[in-house]
């Protein structure tokens, strides 16, 4: 493990049921963040939340939700994280995005043999 650089965490909160031009919100948004250049991103979906609307959306087989909570977390320099801010602006509607300053680790790959080929 080596020390990476300090980074900028943007993490977007939406509803699994969020679309744009008939997609998954979330897919725009890795799409166009793939498009930007950005180092990563990655989308969680969550099991239960609620937001804004103060409704909770659960995946209990009892009270199946058809907006789950989803995140969507993006790792980069603050500048180009930044930078991607009005892409979001573009096309969120309800939502939450917060900013978090991170500090990165980065991992050198090894060989599989040495790790007991997981």
Known sequence: MRRGADALRMTVFLGEGDTWHHKPLYTEIVHRAHRAGLAGAS??????????????????LLSLSEDLPVAVVIV???????????????????????????????????????RGDR
């Open 43 to 60: 989308v969680f979906h969550g099991v239960e939340g609620f937001g804004a609307s103060s409704r909770v959306h659960t995946a209990r």
């Open 76 to 114: 980069d320099t603050e500048e180009r994280v930044r930078a991607f801010l009005p892409e979001l602006d573009e096309v969120l509607g309800d939502g939450l995005v917060v900013l978090d300053p991170v500090e990165t680790l980065l991992y050198a790959r090894r060989d599989r043999a040495s």
